[in-house]
């Protein structure tokens, strides 16, 4: 089938935020007593619920959660966008792309505002989904929302969570090895190193990019 909508994950697809969460999940584990570099990897493309579970189930996820938004607020990190991201979503028609993110809406909103870059109508965010990524329920409620059968979806995703999320609802996936490798993002159908050449794949998918201007 041919390409008929782009959904795009955030964190690592469209906002370079490696930094500021390996702090903020840095200076949680520290208060909590817990190791610092086992925290960080379950942190990629998941919920931050899913990952307090996972790290500390004597907590209450929820409770933990708003600390962890407290703490990116307080320490003031910023996210810069991708490389690419802003050329790429404004070649993208507005009803064509879909943000599908394990973030929560206000972060995300507040983020892209403050890094320029503009919002889609269809956003599917961690508590709009009862299991989040790996599981393909985001992807498909995206899909549904954006009126196109997952199998004319294409999903960016740069977590092995969120490749394993596009890939079990049928999308074709493209891996961005912006914080994982290749061989990490094995299950995606085509890997790339930037944002520049996801376009190109795109495009080679038959999906209508607008020019450079914004206009067919």
Same mark, same amino acid.
């Given at each position: 089938?041919?390409? =008929?909508? @782009?959904?795009? #994950? @955030? #964190?690592?697809?469209?906002?370079?935020? /490696? &930094?500021?969460?390996?702090?903020?999940?840095?200076?949680?584990?520290?208060?909590?007593?817990?190791? %610092?570099?086992?925290?960080?990897?379950?942190?990629?493309?998941?919920? +931050?619920?899913?990952?307090?579970?996972? $790290?500390? +189930?004597?907590?209450?996820?929820?409770?933990?959660?708003?600390?962890?938004?407290?703490?990116?607020?307080?320490?003031?990190?910023?996210? *810069?966008?991708?490389?690419?991201?802003?050329?790429?979503? =404004?070649?993208?028609? $507005?009803?064509?792309?879909?943000?599908?993110?394990?973030?929560?809406?206000?972060? @995300?909103?507040?983020?892209?505002?403050? $890094?320029?870059?503009?919002?889609?109508?269809?956003?599917?965010?961690?508590?709009?989904?009862?299991?989040?990524?790996? /599981?393909?329920?985001?992807?498909?409620?995206?899909?549904?929302?954006?009126?196109?059968? *997952? =199998?004319?979806?294409?999903?960016? %995703?740069?977590?092995?969570?969120?490749? /394993?999320?596009?890939?079990? /609802?049928?999308?074709?996936?493209?891996?961005?090895?912006?914080?994982?490798?290749?061989?990490?993002?094995?299950?995606?159908?085509?890997?790339?190193?930037?944002?520049? @050449?996801? $376009?190109?794949?795109? &495009?080679?998918?038959?999906?209508?990019?607008?020019?450079?201007?914004?206009?067919?």
């Amino acid at each position: 089938m041919r390409i =008929r909508a @782009v959904l795009f #994950d @955030v #964190d690592g697809v469209l906002l370079d935020s /490696a &930094a500021a969460h390996r702090q903020v999940w840095g200076t949680w584990s520290r208060l909590h007593g817990l190791d %610092e570099d086992q925290v960080w990897e379950l942190t990629f493309g998941r919920r +931050p619920q899913d990952t307090v579970r996972d $790290a500390a +189930p004597h907590l209450d996820p929820l409770q933990e959660q708003a600390v962890l938004d407290s703490l990116l607020h307080e320490l003031g990190l910023s996210c *810069p966008p991708i490389v690419g991201a802003d050329g790429l979503l =404004r070649r993208i028609p $507005a009803d064509g792309w879909a943000l599908v993110t394990s973030g929560d809406r206000s972060s @995300v909103h507040r983020r892209f505002a403050s $890094a320029g870059l503009p919002l889609p109508t269809v956003q599917v965010y961690a508590d709009d989904v009862a299991a989040g990524k790996p /599981a393909a329920d985001c992807y498909l409620l995206a899909s549904r929302l954006i009126s196109a059968d *997952p =199998r004319e979806c294409m999903v960016v %995703e740069d977590s092995p969570a969120g490749v /394993a999320a596009g890939s079990a /609802a049928g999308c074709t996936v493209i891996g961005v090895t912006t914080t994982h490798k290749a061989a990490q993002l094995a299950h995606a159908d085509v890997c790339v190193a930037n944002l520049h @050449v996801a $376009a190109e794949e795109l &495009a080679r998918l038959g999906f209508v990019l607008l020019g450079s201007d914004g206009r067919n």
